[in-house]
Nanobody
Framework: QVQLVDSGGGLVQAGGSLRLSCAAS????????MGWFRQAPGKEREFVAA????????YYADPVKGRFTISRDNAKKTVYLQMNSLKPEDTAVYYC????????????????????WGQGTQVTVSS
């Protein structure tokens, strides 16, 4: 199994940047496809970005394309979400997630596709 700890959230003005980190412990990180999701108050948890086990294949939700970048450092057992040009509508709790069932070159874009979750980190973007 893997344990995930999210960090890096905070309060930022619109147009600013944040980098979220997801530190993994337990099983080697390269065994997992990784994803970032977010949940705003009163809304369902939604997909943000995902990256395959090997790293070359990345997927993004339309609202964040061109602004967010997911990356991973398997040696450091950490996954990152670089968020630029932040908007008030990006305000949410952000969660990282791990999946060891998807094939090596892909990553799920659904909540049900992940078995392991971090505790979440709050991102608030002020206008």
């Amino acid at each position: 199994q893997v344990q995930l700890v999210d960090s890096g959230g905070g309060l930022v003005q619109a147009g600013g940047s944040l980098r979220l980190s997801c530190a993994a412990s337990g099983r080697t990180l390269s065994s997992y496809a990784m994803g970032w999701f977010r949940q705003a108050p009163g809304k369902e948890r939604e997909f943000v970005a995902a990256i395959s086990r090997s790293g070359p294949n990345r997927y993004y939700a339309d609202p964040v394309k061109g602004r967010f970048t997911i990356s991973r450092d398997n040696a450091k057992k950490t996954v990152y979400l670089q968020m630029n040009s932040l908007k008030p509508e990006d305000t949410a709790v952000y969660y990282c997630a791990a999946d060891d069932t998807t094939n090596y070159y892909s990553a799920s874009r659904t909540v049900s596709g992940y078995d392991y979750w971090g505790q979440g980190t709050q991102v608030t973007v002020s206008s």
